[in-house]
């Protein structure tokens, strides 16, 4: 069974980092690529960040580039994202959707996790 | 960025009615977008990729259509569970975009 698991997530203040994981079980991790979208209280999805399959490619949205990092461990099935400078618009439920294609660039997210809470808050 | 926009923002139908959403792009993503259905404190769930095929495990009263920049979701009989919020979403170029959102409420 295709299982995503989101994880790290909390109550952090601004300005502090936060490492979200994402477990994978059920399908070739290795095999696809992976992206994280989050989703504000009460708002509507927003796309974060993609990873290709063998973590040779990333493109992230405008809103986090330069402070969040996506990255991959295929040997333990495990999707991540670093968040710094974090801020008060950052906080969201974080998913980490699966990608249909290597790429991530492909035919939709098939697979989604139930999500991590992330608060950002002084 | 490629701004998606979608109507109505709530569409009010009745269980066996039939509902059509609609989803514009701000420039032509070919036939690059999928629909997902979100259900209150749950997950989205893929629908509909590359605007007009259903993903696995889809009920076939759940058909998209369009290309370029205009694109629709039509679920021919409204069933209970099929009351959610719909989203497109574009990959043509990065960043990948979703649109805002339709509400679908029982009327």
């Known amino acids: 069974q295709v299982h995503l698991v989101e994880s790290g997530g909390g109550e952090v203040q601004p300005g502090r980092s936060l490492r979200l994981s994402c477990a994978a079980s059920?399908?070739?991790?290795?095999?696809?690529?992976m992206h994280w979208v989050r989703q504000a209280p009460g708002k509507g999805l927003e796309w974060v960040a993609v990873i290709s399959n063998d973590g040779t490619n990333k493109y992230y949205a405008d809103s986090v580039k330069g402070r969040f990092t996506i990255s991959r461990d295929n040997s333990k099935n495990t999707l991540y994202l670093q968040m710094n400078s974090l801020r008060a618009d950052d906080t969201a439920v974080y998913y980490c959707?699966?990608?249909?294609?290597?790429?991530?660039?492909?035919?939709?997210?098939?697979?989604w996790g139930q999500g991590t809470t992330v608060t950002v808050s002084s | 960025e490629i701004v998606l926009t979608q109507s109505p923002a709530t569409l009010s139908l009745s269980p066996g009615e039939r509902a059509t959403l609609s989803c514009r792009a701000s420039q032509s993503v070919s036939s690059y977008l999928a629909w997902y259905q979100q259900k209150p404190g749950q997950a989205p769930r893929l629908l509909i990729y590359d605007a007009s095929n259903r993903a696995t495990g889809i009920p076939a009263r759940f058909s998209g259509s369009g290309s370029g920049t205009d694109f629709t979701l039509t679920i021919s009989s409204l069933e209970p569970e099929d009351f959610a919020v719909y989203y497109c979403q574009q990959r043509t170029n990065w960043p990948i975009t979703f649109g805002q959102g339709t509400r679908l409420e029982v009327k």
């Open positions: 059920g399908f070739t991790f290795s095999s696809y690529g």
């Open positions: 959707p699966k990608d249909t294609t290597a790429s991530g660039g492909g035919h939709g997210m098939d697979v």
